[in-house]
């Protein structure tokens, strides 16, 4: 894929976790059409933010063909992708898959929830390359257009194809809530490290049952300046980051090896200890 000719065959599939109906949806579709003829989208008939890398395994799921090439699923955004591999284009599947455009930033913490992301993590689990698009917005619910997305997108994409990616990594770009004319480039960006904290809100129905509204408050004090928390909130910069869906975490290993093995002492007395302790 070394040029504009090359990026003409390809086979794009589009989804996202706000619905097949939103307007991002529309913005990724016009902007994917202007890359290539091929394009397809396959995205949940209702919106599934927050659903990250969820997939439906006690109902059955059902697809709608809603126009040709247009297609919604009553899952995930996840099960979209893997409903659109194994069975939509079956025959011959996406070159790229493309997930947004999201109505509000997916950055640091809160990439581990986003639909949008994990419906790119499914795809790369696929070995299918794949990008999150997402559009910082202080209101997400009053974003219609997308003028970022559509001056720098269709360039941003063309030039992340020009290079062969590592096995199951997908990109995750962020766009900064500004005009065009402030933005002064692209910047590569680490994941954010933020302080969340969960706020409960209890409303009465009028059978006065009980229900409740959950709602983010986050703090950004320890991200670095490199992270995608500070750059997208200096409103200057677009910001990619390569990720990976990899929860391991390696730091305590060796306090863990110490409490259980026997480093040492006799396998056997290792495990008395280990189960003495419950008696």
């Known amino acids: 894929m070394k040029n504009n000719q090359s990026l003409s065959g390809l086979r794009i599939l589009i989804t996202n976790d706000d619905g097949i109906n939103s307007h991002g949806i529309k913005a990724l579709e016009r902007i994917a059409n202007s890359i ?119 360039n941003i994409i063309k030039k992340l194809l020009s290079f062969k990616w590592p096995e199951r990594v997908c990109m995750n770009i962020n766009f900064p809530e500004a005009q065009v004319g402030d933005i002064s480039g692209v910047k590569i960006a680490s994941q954010g490290d933020i302080d969340v904290k969960w706020n409960v809100y209890k409303r009465l129905d009028p059978t006065d049952e009980a229900y409740y509204w959950l709602h983010a408050v986050f703090s950004d004090t320890n991200s670095a300046p490199t992270s995608d928390v500070k750059i997208i909130a200096g409103g200057k910069y677009i910001t990619i980051s390569a990720l990976k869906n990899k929860q391991e975490y390696c730091g305590c290993n060796e306090k863990l090896e110490e409490l259980f093995t026997a480093n040492g002492k006799n396998k056997n007395d290792k495990l008395e200890e280990l189960f003495a302790s419950n008696a």
């Open 36 to 154: 290539t003829p091929d394009v397809w989208i396959v995205a949940p008939e209702v919106e599934q933010s927050g659903k990250g890398l969820a997939v439906t395994f006690d109902s059955a799921l059902r697809i709608k063909e809603l126009s040709p090439r247009k297609f919604s699923v009553s899952g995930t955004p996840a099960d979209c992708i893997f409903l659109a591999v194994g069975e939509i284009l079956k025959d011959k599947e996406p070159d790229l898959i493309l997930s947004g455009i999201n109505h509000g930033a997916n950055i640091a913490d809160f990439i581990g929830l986003s639909g949008t992301v994990g419906a790119t993590f499914a795809a790369a689990s696929q070995d299918i390359r794949s990008i999150a698009i997402s559009q910082e917005c202080k209101k997400a619910h009053e974003l219609i257009k997308f003028p970022l997305a559509d001056h720098f997108l269709s």
